[in-house]
């Protein structure tokens, strides 16, 4: 769920549906979601992706895990419109298995993977 407001107006609740898909040559998150409205649609290359981090959602071990895609400055995915600064997250109500899944096919390309929970506010 997402809860925004523009000003005067009352907040809005939307659930959000997003996918993260991998394969051998990288990754693509979509989202009907994003900033002020727009939908989602990143597509990356592994070559691209520097670090994945495994945190848990809302910094509480009980309501699921989420991944945090860092990818290369100055490269086409990086720099694409949905993305702050190179970083995304996906997940929250992901279990330990799946997670640990999608960051087993991230090493095994050639990615730098931090497997141990980092304990951060993160928001869906």
Do not use: C, H, Y
Request: aromatic share 10%; no cysteine; glycine share 10%.
């Amino acid at each position: 769920m997402v809860l925004w407001s523009k000003k005067d107006e009352p907040w809005l609740v939307r659930r959000v549906s997003a996918q993260l898909r991998l394969d051998d040559e990288g990754g693509r998150l979509l989202s009907d979601v994003g900033l002020f409205g727009s939908k989602i649609d990143i597509r990356f290359g592994w070559a691209e992706v520097q670090k994945v981090e495994r945190l848990r959602f809302w910094g509480v071990p009980v309501l699921g895990e989420t991944l945090r895609f860092t990818l290369a400055k100055n490269t086409a995915a990086a720099n694409q419109s949905g993305l702050f600064a190179g970083v995304f997250t996906f997940g929250g109500l992901m279990r330990k298995r799946t997670t640990a899944q999608m960051l087993d096919v991230a090493e095994s390309k050639g990615v730098k993977v931090d497997r141990k929970a980092r304990f951060a506010i993160i928001m869906p």
